[in-house]
């Protein structure tokens, strides 16, 4: 049975084209929307990422500026590359490429992102306008989360949704915009004692660990939707999830691949944002 596999590659390229047709619109008003990607070191895994983003730029006629930094760069000089950004006019998103090196202050540097370029979602304006259910920009992977649930007609309201991870980028705000289409909320983390007590109540199981394949089957109940968020090398060094696919595929009603779930889908959000400001420069 593989028709109850949700097809993330497929999904954001039904987003992507939607944004296409908003990119060509903001052109022929005379504004190309563009996205500054800044990257810190040189990390492999963000290297991937990072490429998947400037290509999806090109395709959808995006203007995009990748700014390699040294590993060694100093906080002051990484904040003054924002700055510059900031005050960029074809620069309407900006994207630091996390985790930054230790001598670098995450949030100094997130605050420091202007909040009408903020295509991430992470700045403290961002999350709190989310918190209370005003417009902003959605942080990239819970907000493709919610569209892959939409797409693939899976109700929200009044399930039980069970995330296991809640970090700034993923767990806390995944929880939130699920909470706001009416799902009751479980966030289970690292103390959490008897992680299966919760995982198997999930009618909707969001995984977000960073632990490869931990959760299998016996953490599922029959029936559930699992939304795998995991990036992972396995022992072969292959791409893989925080969810054994192998095993919880044979419980699940619906769920994500990795790769080809997710993945896909924050970096067409990451455009749909982007989008999203240029067309507020026209507006405001
Ligand atoms: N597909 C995509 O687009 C994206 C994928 N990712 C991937 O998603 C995963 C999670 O990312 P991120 O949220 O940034 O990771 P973090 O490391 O910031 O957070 C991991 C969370 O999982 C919890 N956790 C860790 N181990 C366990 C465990 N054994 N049992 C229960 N909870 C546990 C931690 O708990 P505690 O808080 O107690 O430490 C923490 O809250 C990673 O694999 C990352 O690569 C991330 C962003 C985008
Ligand atoms: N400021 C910031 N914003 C982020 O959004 C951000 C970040 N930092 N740091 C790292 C994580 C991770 N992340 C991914 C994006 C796309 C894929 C992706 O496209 N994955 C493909 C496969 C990619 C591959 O082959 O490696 C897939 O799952 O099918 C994965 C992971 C964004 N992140």
């Known amino acids: 049975m593989t028709n109850h596999i949700i097809d993330g590659k497929q999904i954001a390229g039904k987003v992507t084209e939607k944004v296409k047709d908003r990119v060509e619109r903001l052109k ?9 990607v800044v990257l810190v070191g040189n990390n492999p895994a963000s290297q991937t990422y990072v490429n998947n983003k400037t290509k999806t730029c090109e395709k959808l006629g995006m203007y995009s500026v990748m700014i390699e930094l040294e590993e060694t760069i100093s906080e002051n000089a990484l904040l003054k590359h924002v700055e510059t950004l900031n ?45 209370i259910g005003q417009p902003t920009f959605l942080s990239c992977t819970p907000f493709g989360i919610m569209k892959l649930l939409e797409y693939s007609d899976v109700e929200i309201a009044g399930k039980h949704a069970v995330i296991i991870g809640r970090s700034n980028i993923v767990g806390k705000p995944m ?11 479980t966030y289970c983390h690292s103390k959490t004692k008897d992680l299966h007590t919760f995982t198997k109540q999930a009618d909707i199981l ?26 992972n090398r396995d022992e072969n060094n292959k791409l893989c999830g925080d969810v054994d696919f192998a095993s919880a595929q044979e419980v699940a009603s619906k769920i994500t691949p990795v790769p080809g779930g997710v993945g896909p889908m924050t970096i067409a959000m990451l455009m749909e944002n982007t989008c999203l400001s240029a067309e507020n420069t026209l507006t405001n």
């Open 206 to 231: 969001v995984v977000a660990t960073g632990r490869a394949k931990m959760i299998d089957a016996s953490y599922i109940k029959e029936g559930a939707v699992v939304i795998d968020v995991g990036i």
């Open 28 to 36: 022929a008003q005379g504004v190309t929307p563009g996205l500054a």
């Open 175 to 185: 929880g939130q915009l699920l909470l706001q289409k009416d799902a009751t909320v």
């Open 87 to 131: 005050n960029d006019p074809k620069i309407h998103g900006i994207l630091v490429q996390l985790p930054l090196p230790k001598q670098i202050d995450e949030d100094r540097v997130i605050a420091a992102i202007s909040p009408l370029k903020d295509v991430d979602g992470f700045h403290p304006e961002s999350v709190g306008k989310m918190m």
